[in-house]
């Protein structure tokens, strides 16, 4: 079992940045690749970014391309979302997500998730 608690949402203006970290306990993160997924109101929950478990490949979605960029320590068990030029359509809650597979883009494939943290972006 993994247990994820994301931390670091908050209200940030237009063009600000944050930074999200995701901790882990239960098993380590060496294990799994890890992804960073969000959801509007009203809408899906989507994916925005997914890294392996040796950190040395990176995947994300083309809305966010060159503003996001995912990380991992797997010494602390974290991972995190640096977010800059951040726009109000980024509003949304951000959830982590582990995997067994290999930086999968699907959540089906994710068998472990956050609880979620609420990043605001105001105009």
């Known amino acids: 079992q993994v247990q994820l608690v994301e931390s670091g949402g908050g209200l940030v203006q237009t063009g600000g940045s944050l930074r999200l970290s995701c901790a882990a306990s239960?098993?380590?993160?060496?294990?799994?690749?890890m992804g960073w997924f969000r959801q509007a109101p009203g809408k899906e929950r989507e994916f925005v970014a997914t890294?392996?478990?040796?950190?040395?490949?990176?995947y994300y979605a083309d809305s966010v391309k060159g503003r996001l960029t995912i990380s991992r320590d797997n010494a602390k068990n974290t991972v995190y979302l640096q977010m800059t030029g951040l726009k109000p359509e980024d509003t949304a809650v951000y959830y982590c997500?582990?995997?067994?597979?290999?930086?999968?883009?699907?959540?089906?494939?994710?068998?472990?998730w956050g609880q979620g943290t609420q990043v605001t972006v105001s105009s």
């Open positions: 890294i392996t478990w040796s950190g040395s490949s990176t």
């Open positions: 239960g098993r380590i993160l060496v294990n799994y690749a």
């Open positions: 997500a582990a995997s067994e597979y290999t930086m999968p883009t699907m959540r089906t494939y994710y068998g472990y």
